[in-house]
């Protein structure tokens, strides 16, 4: 779905998150594993922008420009543009997120361990080092000093060794020319290609139930998640944005620990994680299925200012005689339309759920309704109806062009 998307875009945009979600897109034959760049990459005679709310891992950066050339995808700065001012993920905040998760035990949040909170705490702290530190010495040396006087105390707790500022500071200097090379105003270039009419795509890299505000907290990544943030943490201001999609499978998904109201741990949920082939693209975890969660899409749309849906994967529910839908939450004696704000809470919520007639024909590869099953069309219009917002798009495979189209999010309505 977002490389379908991605093709019909000038301007692909990264507002939030690090490497810590991937993406694998299948061009012409080849597979291409994306964490950090912007899926635009992989196409040719288009921008892709990491923009300043992305955490950005220099080292990882490097990596994947050198593995995007290793494929035959070359790189310059016509291509890809990083933003001056993002932060930098450094190796002690990798450090220090194994660390936590290590010493959390059974409480552990499940991060990724790439250092993506960490560095977040120093951003807020206004004590990161930016992109554009690497290219002046004497602010990277007063920053660095900065961190020490964090760091240091803070490694000691974890029972970490004291942080070497002088072997930091070399690493840095070693890959400060490849990565100043697609540095640059970003917020700036995008406002030019806005006043030009481009078609700017602002790609997010988690669910709005992670949004460090809006999610299942403290289950959540470390940064919003939500459609406000792709003007912050791009530099474009919100008015430039005038269609949101939300992307949203046939059935609910989450990887790592927290609430899951509706998770199937039978053979059900084995069959959706073993046809979607639910696996992380970065670890390797396992996903956890269940059924669709209607409370939960709808206050993800409410709060993100969703127009329209592309409902994915409905291929994955093909063959089931019957399907639940959660449309409300029992919470002791009382009945919730929404996710409640506590941890507590969001633990001991039970899903009421509504039953449907499953089909028996197969959705995938679909490309027309003409060509759904009746029942898939039922279930899909019931959805609708319980989130309050249209499907503008359903994918029905993996493969790009096996998309149902209803609304074009770049204007056109089918």
């Known amino acids: 779905m977002v490389d379908w998307l991605s093709h019909r875009a000038d301007v692909i945009v990264r507002f939030q998150g690090g490497h810590n979600a991937g993406h694998t ?45 290793e494929q035959g995808v070359h790189l310059g700065p016509d291509d890809l543009l990083l933003a001056d001012n993002a932060c930098l993920i ?37 004590r990161a080092i930016r992109v554009a530190d690497l290219a002046d010495e004497s602010a990277l040396d007063m920053k660095l000093e900065r961190l020490i006087a964090h760091h240091e105390p803070l490694r000691k707790g974890l029972d970490l060794p004291p942080p070497d500022a002088a072997e930091l500071k070399k690493q840095l200097q070693e890959i400060a020319d490849e990565v100043l090379k697609y ?28 949004d460090v505000d809006h999610g299942t907290y403290p289950f959540v990544t470390s940064s919003n998640v939500v459609s406000g943030q792709a003007a912050a943490g791009s530099g474009l201001g919100p008015r430039a944005i005038n269609y949101v999609l ?13 609430p899951f109201p509706t998770e199937l741990n039978d053979e059900i949920g084995e069959t959706m994680g073993r046809v979607g082939h639910e696996f992380g693209v970065n670890t390797g975890r396992k996903r956890r299925c269940g059924w669709f969660d209607a409370v939960m899409v709808r206050q993800a749309c409410a709060v993100s200012g969703v127009d329209g849906l592309a409902i994915t994967k409905l291929d994955v529910l093909d063959g089931f005689e019957e399907i639940k839908i959660c449309v409300a ?19 001991a919520v039970e899903p009421i759920y509504e039953t449907m007639k ?27 109806e319980l989130v309050g917002c249209p499907a503008a798009l359903v994918s029905t495979s993996p493969e790009r062009e096996d998309v149902i189209l209803r609304r074009d999010p770049f204007g056109r309505v089918m």
């Open 25 to 69: 897109l299948v061009i012409d034959g080849k597979v291409f594993k994306l964490n950090l760049l912007p899926s635009g990459v992989v196409r040719g005679g288009k921008l892709s922008v990491i923009g300043n709310g992305v955490v950005v891992d220099p080292w990882q950066l490097i990596s994947e420009v050198a593995g995007m050339k």
């Open 90 to 126: 450094l190796p002690w905040h990798k450090d220090i997120d194994a660390a936590r998760e290590a010493q959390a035990g059974g409480a552990q949040i499940g991060t990724t361990k790439r250092g993506i909170g960490p560095a977040y705490e120093d951003k807020v702290g206004r």
């Open 183 to 210: 540095a640059g105003p970003a917020w700036q270039r995008l406002d030019a290609a806005y006043k030009l009419g481009r078609r700017i795509l602002f790609e997010g890299a988690q669910g709005v139930m992670l």
């Open 246 to 258: 939300g992307l949203a499978k046939a059935y609910t998904t989450r990887v790592g620990s927290g």
């Open 329 to 347: 939450y029992k919470l002791g004696d009382k009945v919730l339309d929404r996710l409640p704000a506590t941890a507590a809470e969001q633990a």
């Open 358 to 384: 499953g089909w028996k024909g197969s959705t995938q590869g679909a490309r027309d309704w003409d060509q759904l099953p009746g029942e898939a069309v039922k279930y899909i219009r019931r959805l609708e």
